[in-house]
């Protein structure tokens, strides 16, 4: 896929060998396009790390968070079933209202670390 940022490089670098090509280019304008270059490699590098980090935050709390709150709300407004750890037994409306919960913890996910 050909990002902006990579098209941009792109570019740069064959405005840079055009130029020594043709021998138009001095020390001082191929240093500044390798740095210009350098920048927008680091700019993508840095980029890349944010939505790594975002994408690993967005995970965690859709795949963690939201199921707890989903079963915070089992455990205060159902009751557990005695011999059984982890059962727990409530009216449908416990279940559903739980599963809303879940459902606005998601959304609430999404807003915190969704692409942007």
């Known amino acids: 896929m050909w990002t902006k940022r990579y098209v941009a490089i792109c570019s740069l670098l064959l405005i840079g060998l055009t130029q020594l090509a043709t021998g138009c280019a001095t020390q001082q304008s191929v240093q500044d396009l390798e740095k210009r270059v350098t920048a ?29 709150s989903y079963w915070e709300y089992v455990r205060l407004n159902g009751k557990a079933v005695a011999g059984k750890p982890g059962t727990y037994t409530a009216p449908v409306f416990v279940w559903d209202a ?9 959304e609430e996910c999404k807003l915190l670390y969704g692409s942007r």
């Open 40 to 68: 927008l490699e680091e700019k993508e590098k840095a980029k890349a790390t944010e939505d790594k980090d975002r994408q690993s935050k967005l995970e965690e709390c859709v795949n963690v968070e939201a199921d707890q």
């Open 98 to 106: 739980a599963e809303k919960q879940k459902r606005d913890k998601v």
